[in-house]
């Protein structure tokens, strides 16, 4: 939740002010280990296959989707994409606060697409962490990054769009009928920029939006319900 998220906020400002600089901070970590193992991607065109690489230091154990193989462009995009989402949990890691790494995973390697979700928790001594999760994808064909702005002819229909199918589908998951803060939902970048491109739609990770008990929401909005306000093109890129 967006208060959850503030509270971390605050407390990790109090324990960097305490230990020196953000950017102190992570000049303070050695230089991380990393360990990688791969496995096949039968579906993509171009060869890629999955990638774990372990980053460790102090403060930090988190295992980074990567990929291996593939078109170099696009491979290079993307891992730098999720490594750079990575550092910016691993930067404010220290004796006083723990960054771990959890169900990340690559989600997609499609004909023109690259998705991963990293997830995080972050532990400043609470009652419990703070649980994040971070997104990276790629267009292949491109070796670009895809975020809101690049999906939608206008933005703001976009995300009006997005809005109105979550609104409808979030009753469908786990929260149910449950309290959640309305301006979760509302047609704002910062609420839907969490995203990935599956074959079935485009799958949004929306937050602990009820409670911590609850745990991480996501849902998956059909690209059908999309195809009207995406740029032209980009149906066949991100459905693959």
């Not at 050695?30 to 296959?49: C, E, H, I, L, R």
């Not at 009928?177 to 609420?191: A, G, I, R, W």
Request: hydrophobic share 40%.
């Amino acid at each position: 939740m967006k208060k959850t998220a503030a509270i971390v906020a605050a407390a990790l400002a109090v324990v960097l002010t305490a230990c020196g600089s953000t950017e102190e901070a992570g000049s303070a970590n050695p230089v991380p280990s990393t360990s990688t193992t791969t496995s096949p991607a039968p579906d993509s065109t171009w060869g890629f296959t999955v990638s774990s690489v372990r980053l460790e230091g102090v403060g930090y154990n988190v295992d980074l989707p990567q990929v291996a193989g593939g078109k170099e462009d696009a491979r290079t995009e993307f891992n730098n994409g999720m490594r750079a989402e990575a550092d910016k949990f691993i930067r404010e890691a220290g004796p006083e606060v723990k960054v771990t790494g959890f169900r990340s995973e690559i989600t997609r390697i499609g004909s023109h697409v690259l998705s991963g979700v990293l997830g995080i928790e972050v532990d400043t001594g609470g009652a419990h962490p703070a649980t994040f999760k971070a997104t990276h994808v790629t267009n292949i064909d491109t070796a670009a990054p895809l975020t809101l702005p690049d999906l939608f002819t206008d933005l703001q229909q976009g995300l009006n769009v997005l809005s109105t199918q979550a609104t409808e589908l979030l009753p469908k998951t786990r929260v149910g009928t449950n309290f959640y803060f309305k301006e979760d939902l509302e047609p704002k970048v910062q609420n839907f920029e969490r995203w990935v491109a599956t074959p079935a739609g485009m799958r949004i990770y929306l937050g602990e939006l009820a409670s911590h008990a609850m745990g991480y929401i996501d849902l998956t909005v059909p690209w059908s319900a999309l195809e009207g306000v995406l740029k032209p093109g980009l149906l066949a890129v991100v459905s693959s």
